[in-house]
């Protein structure tokens, strides 16, 4: 049987090589990690209306129930957003980066901020919203974020920059830093990223486990750098940007895509 080409039932995805395949059909034990906006649902405006597709919904399900995968959600949102967004299915969830993750059935757990950090980002929030930012504002336990998208260029970099200038007094070399984003900036604690996430689930698993990340963002090159040449970071959007990702697909239609083929290379189903 020729593991190194895509299954016959379904297009190939260009940007997916045949290695990447070939170790999900052999691995013993795989770790699954995905971003949620832009990688399983197309952004919005308003971003409680990012729900992935069903398609997309009923194949994380029968991914997570055949026991073949250990499926996560890596995202900068909360748990409690990715759990409402995805519902029904029932999935890990590691959410704001790090800071917090639960497994299904089973409580939110969250590390505890570094001290003096809760202070700064409610002093942050108050000189975003002097700035007159506050609609654009979101606030977490561990960071603040600005959201530019649905702005016309002009009124995205506006924002963005008032926000940096707001902000930028904040950041210092032990609690807080800066970090743009697709579609926006965030004042985030340091200490956790979603590489130190992915670094985590790993340890969980059993000795040889092949880790596939697949995201769009800046900040999921943290995950594709931790885990490095010995799993494989796909990143979601057009080929071409500077990446540590050894795969690509260029939208969350795509990621459906590559849901079925993983689901039929692990378990034979279509």
């Known amino acids: 049987m020729d593991l190194t080409g895509p299954p016959d039932a379904i297009r190939p995805l260009d940007g997916i090589p045949g290695q990447l395949w070939a170790q999900v059909s052999l691995a013993k034990a795989r770790l699954l990690m995905l971003d949620h906006d832009g990688t399983l649902a197309p952004f919005e405006t308003d971003r409680a209306r990012a729900v992935p597709p069903r398609r997309t919904r009923e194949l994380l399900q029968r991914i997570a129930e055949s026991g073949r ?24 969830f590691v959410g704001e980066h790090g800071w917090e993750w639960s497994a299904p059935g089973g409580p939110l757990v969250r590390h505890p901020l570094p001290r003096g950090v809760a202070a700064r980002l409610e002093r942050a929030a108050r000189l975003a919203r002097d700035a007159g930012l506050a609609a654009q504002l979101e606030r977490k336990r561990s960071s603040l974020a600005l959201h530019a998208r649905g702005l016309d260029a002009a009124g995205a970099a506006d924002v963005t920059s008032r926000a940096a200038r707001a902000w930028s007094p904040l950041v210092d070399g032990a609690q807080l830093m800066l970090v743009p984003f697709a579609g926006g900036l965030e004042l985030r604690s340091r200490g956790r990223d979603k590489g130190t996430a992915a670094r985590d689930l790993l340890a969980r698993e059993p000795a040889g486990t092949l880790a596939v990340h697949v995201g769009d963002d800046t900040t999921d090159e943290d995950v594709f750098e931790a885990i490095g040449r010995a799993g494989f970071g796909v990143r979601v959007g057009e080929p071409g940007a500077p990446t540590r990702a050894r795969a690509w697909l260029r939208d969350p239609d795509e990621v459906a895509r590559f849901l079925e083929t993983w689901l039929e290379r692990t378990t034979g189903e279509q």
């Open 69 to 92: 995968t250990t499926l996560v959600v890596v995202s900068g949102r909360p748990v409690r957003d990715l759990a409402a967004l995805l519902e029904p299915v029932r999935l890990t």
